[in-house]
């Protein structure tokens, strides 16, 4: 009768384990549905929010890059890289959201410095740009002038920048590039992604 006993005790914990995988595998896939959806709808936030922002400066380009681990380099020191994970464009204007992955952070340092120090980063002419590598990066782009801004969250960590480009017409650069207004817009619309991405 104990064999018998101990049998059945195993059959029946094993039915209640398979039960409980069973509910535990459609509870996870359910939270991994939502998770989608609200990624989703964050995302198109986020390029509702890039077409006003293109169209209220007047920009060639708009788009968000995110800042992100890249692996790790023999010594142990992590890479920290950025990439592109939205974008829109005007009619005729190249898409660079592909092309514009995982950019180590090391490479583009003055840039990302200057961009934190001032809390912003805009520039009407290429030539002016000190950062050589970002500057080729900008000219392969087609970008003759450039307005961007970092997205930090209410706890003031900078998770990413928020840009804009200027390829065909120039003019509708912001004249004043340290105008507070085009600051305090750029700032606010950053604030916003920001409420999206995290």
Same mark, same amino acid.
Do not use: H, W
């Given at each position: 009768m104990g064999v018998e006993l101990l049998t059945a005790l195993a059959? &029946?914990?094993?039915? &209640?384990a398979t039960l409980a995988g069973v509910w535990a595998k459609r509870r996870w896939s359910e939270g991994g549905k939502c998770q989608v959806e609200t990624h989703v709808k964050a995302g198109a936030n986020v390029y509702t929010a890039l077409k006003f922002i293109k169209a209220e400066m007047g920009a060639s380009r708009a788009y968000v890059f995110e800042f992100h681990n890249g692996g790790s380099y *023999?010594? +142990?020191?992590? !890479?920290? =890289? *950025?990439? @592109?994970t939205h974008e &829109? &464009? $005007?009619? +005729?204007i190249s #898409?660079? @959201?592909?092309s514009s992955q995982d950019h180590r952070v090391s490479n583009?340092?003055?840039?990302?410095? #200057?961009?934190?120090? $001032?809390? %912003?980063?805009?520039?009407?002419?290429?030539?002016?740009? $000190?950062? +050589? +590598?970002? %500057?080729?990066?900008? !000219?392969? =782009?087609g970008v003759k002038a450039i307005y961007n801004v970092p997205i930090k969250t209410l706890n003031g960590k900078i998770i990413g920048i928020l840009g804009v480009d200027y390829v065909n017409e120039v003019e509708s650069f912001p004249e004043i590039v340290?105008?507070?207004e085009v600051q305090e817009f750029m700032s %606010?619309?950053? %604030?916003?992604v920001a409420g999206y991405l995290v």
């Open positions: 059959a &029946v914990l094993s039915a &209640v *023999f010594s +142990g020191r992590g !890479q920290q =890289k *950025f990439s @592109c &829109v &464009v $005007e009619p +005729g #898409a660079e @959201c592909m583009y340092s003055t840039y990302i410095n #200057a961009l934190i120090a $001032e809390g %912003r980063f805009s520039y009407l002419s290429m030539d002016d740009i $000190e950062d +050589g +590598g970002f %500057r080729n990066l900008l !000219q392969t =782009k340290n105008d507070s %606010r619309q950053s %604030r916003l």
